[in-house]
């Protein structure tokens, strides 16, 4: 494993985004390609061409694709205590913090006699993709399903490639973290085939409203897709490859921020992961901890394949590292540094940030309770993580009095007469020629 520190400072500004770039960027036109004749397929064949797909992807000869009932207890039931009860404490840290992030409606009086509210409905259908392409996902389960759960969708559909292609059986972990979150509309499928039966429905699987969860770069790309079309879903965001950037100085520890560094690139081969250090000792240590761990790796050839692509870069300041950071918009940053409160006020882009020595990414990636699924490739710049409001649409509702009427209705009238569209300043004038007609009936009546 060669591994190269790249001086910030001797770089030009071309030179310094060609570092920062994403690794996949280059084969997106045949991936868009692959992906929208894999979403046509699914338009046109339906359940065949999920078949086909299984077959060729997966490695499954014939899908049941829905999950029995008999079939998810019986798994239920093969698993540990142990797991059972890890599952049930990151399931409860996960509820506590979506829980407390129930939206508020709201009901304002603008002006007298006009009253607006802005109310909140949870999504009646939701699709869940969970992944499982390299490594089956209990814990997405939970960070997709705790917050269906709470908003209170009426259908919650999990989608899951399988994990045992000669049995065709999902995850027992995930099937259990679906049971803790009231989800038994289970399939097993999984890639843009996957995505397009949820966006457009097939003869088994039905049509929902919104596609969450993360993916690899087909599940990715068919999200983008579907979303695009306005028969197709919603979609939370594109929530890629994993990646992380640390931020470590003298006083980190090499074996911790390698560790750091090698639980996001054991992810999968398009991982990204970046240090970014003014510590060149720092940098130095920590590459030969990252030889180290990663030999003792059972997905240690994932994990090399993804370290190709890292980034390891000397910065003179830690205010140039928090610029770099920036820059390069991370899915999740870690911090370990003598001043970790004064730099996390110059961080801007990031979408879930871990603060100090003994806040590894797997905490949020399991148990701590905040979401893992979120945006990559550099949209933590214009997209959240998931939260509970991702569940919800928002919609509003007012009502004026004929006194309201009165007071608001010429304003309104300038405005439409101002843009030319007397239709709109017609629906004000002829109800204020009826206020001013009827007033002034009760008005003769009176006298
Ligand atoms: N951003 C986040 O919030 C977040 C959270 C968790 C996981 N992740 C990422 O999710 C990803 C999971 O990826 P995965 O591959 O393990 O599982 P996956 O479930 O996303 O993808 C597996 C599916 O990909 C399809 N596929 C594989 N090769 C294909 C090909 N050549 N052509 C068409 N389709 C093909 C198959 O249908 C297969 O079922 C990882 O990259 C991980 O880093 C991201
Ligand atoms: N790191 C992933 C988010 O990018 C989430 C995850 C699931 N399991 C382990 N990690």
């Known amino acids: ?14 030179a310094q985004q060609a570092l920062l770039e994403r690794p996949l960027q280059q084969e997106s036109d045949s991936l868009k ?34 999950l029995s009932e008999q079939q998810q207890q019986s798994l239920i039931v093969s698993l540990s205590d142990e797991l059972k009860t ?17 939206p508020q409606n709201i009901r304002i009086e603008t002006q007298p006699g006009v009253v607006c509210e802005l109310n909140y409905s949870a999504l009646d259908q939701v699709g869940l993709y969970v992944p499982g392409g390299s490594a089956p996902l209990p814990s997405t389960v939970l960070m997709l399903g705790v917050p269906a759960q709470l908003a209170g969708c009426r259908r919650v559909v999990l989608v899951t490639p399988p994990g045992q292609p000669e049995a065709g ?63 197709g879903a919603a979609i939370d965001m594109p929530a890629g490859p994993s990646e992380v950037l640390v931020i470590a100085d003298d006083n980190a520890n090499p074996v911790f921020v390698a560790a750091d560094l090698l639980s996001q690139a054991e992810h999968g081969p398009d991982s990204q992961v970046v240090l970014v250090s003014p510590s060149e000792a720092l940098l130095v240590n920590t590459i030969s901890e990252l030889k180290r761990q990663t030999a003792l790796l059972p997905r240690a050839e994932i994990a090399k394949k993804a370290l190709s692509n890292s980034r390891l870069i000397l910065t003179p300041d830690l205010a140039t590292a928090a610029l770099v950071s920036n820059q390069y918009a991370p899915e999740h940053l870690i911090i370990q540094t003598a001043d970790d409160q004064g730099l ?11 603060v100090g020595p003994y806040t590894p990414e797997s905490a949020g990636d399991y148990a701590s309770g905040t979401n893992h699924v979120l945006p990559t490739y550099g949209y933590s710049r214009n997209h959240s993580s998931l939260s509970l409001a991702d569940f919800y649409r928002r919609y509003t509702v007012q009502s004026l009095t004929a006194d309201g009427m009165r007071d608001l209705g010429p304003t309104i009238v300038k405005l439409a007469k101002a843009e030319g569209l007397d239709a709109h300043a017609n629906a004000v004038s002829f109800r204020l020629a009826e206020l001013e007609l009827s007033a002034k009936i009760s008005e003769e009546n009176r006298s």
């Open 86 to 102: 890890a599952i049930q404490i990151a399931y409860r840290n996960i509820r506590t913090f979506h829980a407390a992030q129930l």
């Open 169 to 231: 059986d999902i995850a027992a972990e995930i099937v259990y973290a679906a049971s803790l979150c009231g989800i038994t509309e289970i399939y097993t499928l999984g890639g843009a085939q996957a995505v397009a039966a949820l966006a457009y429905g097939t003869e088994t699987i039905g049509k929902v409203d919104k596609i969450f969860g993360p993916g690899n770069r087909f599940v990715t790309e068919a999200k983008q897709q579907v979303s695009q079309d306005a028969r």
């Open 344 to 354: 996390l006020r110059k961080l801007t882009n990031a979408a879930s940030i871990f």
């Open 1 to 14: 494993m060669q591994f190269q520190i790249s001086n910030w400072q001797q770089l030009d500004q071309t």
């Open 33 to 66: 390609q692959t992906v929208k004749d894999i979403i046509r397929a699914v338009r046109t064949e339906g359940d065949a061409a999920l078949q086909r797909f299984s077959r060729d992807f997966d490695k499954l000869q014939s899908n049941p694709l829905r």
